[in-house]
């Protein structure tokens, strides 16, 4: 049985910055690309990042690049997200996902953790 569980969300200033963690156990996390999606309350999961396989190969949204870094560690299962310059629209519940291809669509991705809230005050 897949899982993934997220963790590091929390409550922080505009401009603050946090870390994100997901770990998955339940198959070969190595052979799976890794993405990170946002979602806020009645919209749609917003893709954030992906990472590939190996870690070489990253994408982004163009609202969050230059100020999140996605990373993957294969030998602990666990693919982090750090996040700097928080602005208040960055608030949402932060889900990491696995999928066989780095897509940008929500849909790509088969497996999902119960995601971790970010909250930005201004």
């Known amino acids: 049985q897949v899982q993934l569980v997220e963790s590091g969300g929390g409550l922080v200033q505009t401009g603050g910055s946090l870390r994100l963690s997901c770990v998955a156990s339940g198959r070969a996390f190595g052979s799976y690309y890794m993405a990170w999606f946002r979602q806020t309350p009645g919209k749609e999961r917003d893709f954030v990042a992906w990472?590939?396989?190996?870690?070489?190969?990253?994408y982004y949204a163009d609202s969050v690049k230059g100020r999140f870094t996605i990373s993957r560690e294969n030998a602990k299962n666990t693919v982090n997200l750090q996040i700097n310059s928080l602005k208040p629209e960055d608030t949402a519940v932060y889900y990491c996902a696995d999928g066989p291809i780095g897509s940008t669509t929500w849909r790509d991705y088969r497996f999902w953790g119960q995601g971790t809230q970010v909250t930005v005050s201004s």
């Open positions: 990472v590939s396989r190996g870690g070489l190969y990253t």
